[in-house]
């Protein structure tokens, strides 16, 4: 391997004055209604029999849905958004540098627009997308200055 793959495989650090936003708690919320739903239901007609099943697919789903909504992130630096995934056994990291970017595209959805979080669409030049989803619109991601500046040069 040259030293030029070396190098993109390699993590960035993130520096002390990074920029760490979170993703609106709707990400988890949104998810659990008809889990939360389900569960009404199943305890309010069959409560000896079955209810326990939905029970315990209930707090799976729901589970699993807060632990991947609690290790997301998305970190922001001069030079790169640091994207942090997170599923319930493990969390997937990925680099994107800005000077990689191509467009950069914000799209409320349709609660976004009412729940308050927005959809940031990171086009890279090479044709790939990456999407940082529920973030705030009130985050500082959106008023980050390389991104506004990218805003700027596509507009």
Known sequence: MDAEGQESTRSVAIPDDAIFVRQSNWAYLLATVPWLLLLALSLAFDFFSFSILPTVFAIYFIGSRYLSFRKT????????????????????????????????????GTFGRFLGYTTVSLQLKDGQKVLLRYVPRTSP????????DLWKRTE
């Open 141 to 148: 991601l959106l008023d980050h200055q390389p991104l506004v």
């Open 73 to 108: 992130a998305y970190i922001l630096t001069d030079k790169y958004v640091i994207i942090q995934q997170g599923s319930p056994m493990s969390q997937k990291r990925i680099d994107v540098s800005f000077a990689d970017l191509n467009d950069v595209l914000v799209q409320p």
